[in-house]
């Protein structure tokens, strides 16, 4: 069962990555991975003797692996260069962006296995599968996974790290600590999770330091350690070169990162002290209400069952989903912590959140059916209370699907703008845009692609979601047609816009709710080549300057 719900939630992601547009972090992250592709490629160019004195040589390491803070080293680059490298070939440029993010998607479905097998342990198959609906039904946590980005990468390793780190300390099999070992050091390779992994090994080890060692333990931790190392310093051919250096570069580009303002509760907030209820708030306003409710009620009886069991082989894993479930958030409330990002720096949070509620809800449901002897009224109340506690999941991932980061639950408004929390991100929601750009535009029209990434659009066009002969610029003056996103720091761009250019919005991209995300201004006089809706613009009929079948790039602007 558990299999079949991680298979259909990678098809779900699969068959919607064309709906979520191309994040900030995202270009970043395919650049590099552009980058570790050309060194694999040169690889296969150099005969065994030039191999060694080449290949790994500084110049090489400066040419292919020259990061930027703004692309922290990690594992994940490579990877995803690699998927693309190995699936370019066979699905061509349309689904280019769906070639780097598999990866993210493929471990985003194996979380969603973990967690059932997790909820499994504590409360059975059905709580196991309930664990695993809630957790795929996250509206932020479906957003996320599609992503080439990192956040729901290292969640997933280091799920899979600390699950089998609990196996591996109270069952003979020798496979759960290779599974530890692997999980826990690929977390540190993907990203710097440290502080939010090593509390939990820290505890673990001192909880059999008071109650005695056994050899499977001593035997877990003397492979863990070394283990983890060799995986972090294999991660990223650098550190194998000049160790110290890199190293230290390493660690620079997570002290140097810089603070960007976030909305909260009507605020931007951009320097430290940071309130310590934000991720607490956050927490509370982007997931659906039933899952909240439930998860609470769940910290109780996974308490009641961990201080009833204590002699049992799961009182360590009942532990670490309690534990785990308010850990990161804690340490991210911390007033200097980085809170930019919001929801996803602490998405470790929301697996175990998942098997919480997955538990209660089981539970809650078994102890009902108790009172009533009728089997079909048992079985009407427990479809009813099914569906009263996952349609508000259904519907928020589902009308979010395209910009899940926007999603809030219904006590706060269900938007950003109306909880007065941050309404967006940076440049994904140019998207759902694109269509009415490409069939109103005329040909050759140059557009502002406001707090739009410029590598974006060339992959946009490569995908053939937006038209080969429109420019883009990202300075306001070039442009005679500009895009604003709504997001309440960027609103001096759309005085600039509006006010400065007296130009007027031609279209606007609402939420399912009315909340606007992106518009399209222009001058009041200017004439558009209305087309009608889905019919297929002349621009987009000239094979000059589409992508080919390939994946070669469109023409530069």
Request: hydrophobic content about 50%; aromatic content about 12%; proline content about 7%.
């Amino acid at each position: 069962m558990g299999g079949s719900i991680a298979l259909c939630y990678l098809i779900a992601l699969m068959a919607t990555s064309r709906l979520v547009g191309i994040t900030r972090d995202e270009t970043y992250r395919i650049d590099r991975a552009r980058d570790a592709t050309g060194w694999f490629r040169e690889l296969s160019k150099l005969d065994a003797q030039e191999n060694a004195a080449t290949v790994w040589s500084r110049p090489y390491m400066n040419r292919f692996w020259n990061e930027r803070v703004t692309a922290r080293p990690t594992i994940m680059q490579p990877i995803m260069g690699i998927s693309h490298m190995l699936l370019n070939p066979i699905l061509g440029g349309l689904h280019e962006m769906l070639e780097y993010r598999l990866p993210t998607m493929v471990l985003s479905a194996l979380l969603a296995y973990l967690v059932f097998l997790i909820g499994a342990d504590l409360g059975g198959i059905l709580a196991g599968a309930a664990s695993a609906l809630v957790f795929c039904l996250l509206p932020r946590v479906f957003f996320d996974a599609h992503l080439a980005c990192l956040d729901a990468a290292v969640t997933s390793f280091a799920v899979l790290g600390l699950f089998g780190l609990t196996r591996a300390v109270t069952r003979k099999e020798k496979r759960w600590i290779a599974i530890a070992v692997a999980g826990i050091g690929l977390t540190v390779a993907t990203k710097n999770s440290l502080p939010l992994v090593a509390p939990p090994v820290a505890l673990i080890l001192l909880y059999f330091l008071f109650r005695g060692m056994p050899q499977r333990v001593v035997n877990t931790y003397l492979w863990l350690i070394p283990g983890v190392a060799v995986i972090f310093l294999l991660s990223w051919p650098p550190f194998l070169v000049n160790p110290r250096y890199n190293i230290l570069f390493y660690i620079t580009c997570y002290l140097d990162t810089p603070h960007h303002p976030w909305m909260y509760v009507g605020s931007a907030i951009g320097q430290p002290p940071f309130p310590m209820a934000f991720p607490f708030v956050y927490t509370a306003a982007t997931t659906p209400v039933p899952f909240l409710v439930l998860a609470l009620v769940g910290v109780g009886i996974v308490a009641f069952d961990l201080a009833k069991r204590r002699s049992d082989h799961l009182s360590i894993e009942r532990a670490l989903v309690i534990g785990m479930a308010f850990l990161p958030i804690l340490i991210i409330a911390h007033p200097r912590i980085h809170h930019y990002g919001g929801t996803k720096h602490w998405m470790l949070s929301t697996p175990y959140m998942a098997v919480l509620a997955g538990t209660a809800l089981v539970r809650v449901i078994r102890h009902a059916g108790e009172f009533w002897k009728s089997r079909r009224l048992r079985l009407a109340i427990t479809t009813l209370a099914a569906a009263l506690v996952f349609l508000p999941g259904v519907l928020g991932t589902a009308s979010t699907a395209p910009w899940g980061h926007t999603y809030y639950n219904g006590l706060w408004g269900w938007n950003g703008l109306e909880a007065r929390m941050q309404a967006q991100y940076w440049g994904d929601s140019t998207n759902a845009i694109l269509p009415w750009l490409n069939a109103n535009l005329p040909r050759g029209a140059r557009v502002f692609l406001h707090r739009t990434e410029p590598r974006a659009p060339r992959i946009y066009q490569t995908m053939r979601l937006m038209r080969p002969d429109l420019k883009w610029t990202v300075n306001i003056s070039e442009a005679e047609w500009h895009l604003f996103h709504y997001k309440q720091t960027f609103y001096r761009d759309l005085i600039a816009i509006s006010f400065f250019r007296h130009e007027v919005p031609y279209y606007t991209i609402t939420t399912w709710d009315g909340a606007p995300m992106v518009s399209i201004f222009g001058p009041a006089k200017a004439q558009p080549v209305m087309n009608e809706p889905g019919e297929q613009p002349e621009a987009l009929q000239d094979e000059d300057h589409a992508a080919d079948s390939n994946g070669t790039p469109a023409k530069e602007p």
